[in-house]
């Protein structure tokens, strides 16, 4: 009879065998906590599956017959995870010490009305932070002021930083509007209850909307720096600058990668704060994300 673990870590997994070794390696030396592994794969086409055939049995995988959905594929691997306690975890991304994981799991459920826990992020390239740890909600304001660069001319003034929250700086725990898929830590029950991730968003903006559906619901979600893990961002979609040298997507991949981007934001705006907002605001908004797909993919 199986034990039960005390947490499923939940690897959606595309194309990401050159990365997957550390990042099953960090999982495989945590202690002091009992784990399962589950690999989602969105039919990768390098050597993933057979990497994980050989080298690491103990992972439980679940193939997918499609290349697409992150929020779909980190769904499928529910059914099979048997901890009352899951961890989405990327597959570029790594534990640096072998009490990271305990240490999460403990503060998870030593701090009242916790919704969802992340860790401090840090980029493998440049060791500076990865800001999508670490952001508030993209309400009309803050997206105007990141996307039109209010927030670089005026970085220490926190009415201009409420995208990415910088102002509160990143050593100390704080509460924020939104944490990553990359590594988000959480309660089965809490999930059920909010219904798990929106398969509407084909990539991108679906931890956006993971985060807000608990922040309604009345839960914190915690950035938690005590715990601080590696990630190489955008190994597998092209989407980061700082992994150009080592992502393994194709230009045609990212590009296709680009527009479910900007398709994710008019999703979350129309789903969460349409209803929130006059027509003529909601109509800029919707113009503005037109005219950010024409620059970013028919004309890139």
């Given at each position: 009879?199986?034990?039960?673990?005390?947490?499923?870590?939940?690897?959606?997994?595309?194309?990401?065998?050159?990365?997957?070794?550390?990042?099953?390696?960090?999982?495989?030396?945590?202690?002091?906590?009992?784990?399962?592994?589950?690999?989602?794969?969105?039919?990768?086409?390098?050597?993933?599956?057979?990497?994980?055939?050989?080298?690491?049995?103990?992972?439980?995988?679940?193939?997918?017959?499609?290349?697409?959905?992150?929020?779909?594929?980190?769904?499928?691997?529910?059914?099979?995870?048997?901890?009352?306690?899951?961890?989405?975890?990327?597959?570029?991304?790594?534990?640096?010490?072998?009490?990271?994981?305990?240490?999460?799991?403990?503060?998870?459920?030593?701090?009242?009305?916790?919704?969802?826990?992340?860790?401090?992020?840090?980029?493998?390239?440049?060791?500076?932070?990865?800001?999508?740890?670490?952001?508030?909600?993209?309400?009309?304001?803050?997206?105007?002021?990141?996307?039109?660069?209010?927030?670089?001319?005026?970085?220490?003034?926190?009415?201009?930083?409420?995208?990415?929250?910088?102002?509160?700086?990143?050593?100390?725990?704080?509460?924020?509007?939104?944490?990553?898929?990359?590594?988000?830590?959480?309660?089965?029950?809490?999930?059920?209850?909010?219904?798990?991730?929106?398969?509407?968003?084909?990539?991108?903006?679906?931890?956006?909307?993971?985060?807000y559906r608990v922040y309604e619901r009345g839960y914190k979600n915690l950035y938690w720096p005590s715990v601080v893990v590696e990630h190489y961002k955008g190994a597998t979609t092209g989407m980061s600058k700082t992994?150009?040298?080592?992502?393994?997507?194709?230009?045609?991949?990212?590009?296709?990668?680009?527009?479910?981007?900007?398709?994710?934001?008019?999703?979350?705006?129309?789903?969460?704060?349409?209803?929130?907002?006059?027509?003529?605001?909601?109509?800029?908004?919707?113009?503005?994300?037109?005219?950010?797909?024409?620059?970013?993919?028919?004309?890139?």
């Open positions: 009879m199986q034990t039960k673990p005390q947490v499923s870590i939940i690897i959606l997994n595309y194309n990401a065998a050159p990365f997957l070794p550390k990042t099953l390696d960090s999982i495989k030396m945590q202690k002091g906590i009992t784990t399962e592994t589950i690999l989602v794969d969105n039919k990768s086409t390098d050597n993933s599956l057979e990497l994980i055939q050989n080298n690491y049995p103990w992972v439980k995988v679940v193939k997918r017959n499609t290349s697409t959905g992150f929020a779909a594929g980190n769904n499928a691997g529910l059914p099979i995870a048997l901890a009352d306690t899951i961890l989405f975890f990327n597959p570029d991304i790594a534990f640096k010490k072998p009490t990271d994981l305990k240490k999460c799991f403990d503060k998870y459920y030593a701090t009242p009305g916790l919704g969802l826990l992340t860790a401090r992020v840090n980029l493998v390239v440049n060791g500076q932070i990865d800001e999508t740890c670490h952001r508030g909600f993209p309400t009309p304001w803050n997206s105007f002021c990141h996307f039109f660069g209010l927030e670089k001319l005026f970085p220490n003034c926190p009415l201009t930083t409420g995208y990415t929250l910088r102002t509160l700086g990143y050593d100390t725990e704080h509460e924020v509007g939104a944490i990553g898929g990359m590594f988000m830590l959480l309660s089965r029950q809490l999930g059920d209850k909010i219904g798990w991730w929106d398969e509407e968003y084909p990539l991108y903006g679906e931890d956006l909307d993971f985060s992994s150009k040298k080592v992502t393994s997507a194709s230009s045609s991949t990212t590009k296709r990668v680009k527009g479910w981007s900007i398709q994710a934001m008019e999703i979350f705006y129309r789903k969460h704060y349409a209803q929130k907002y006059p027509f003529f605001l909601n109509w800029l908004v919707y113009l503005g994300i037109k005219l950010m797909y024409l620059k970013r993919v028919v004309l890139s």
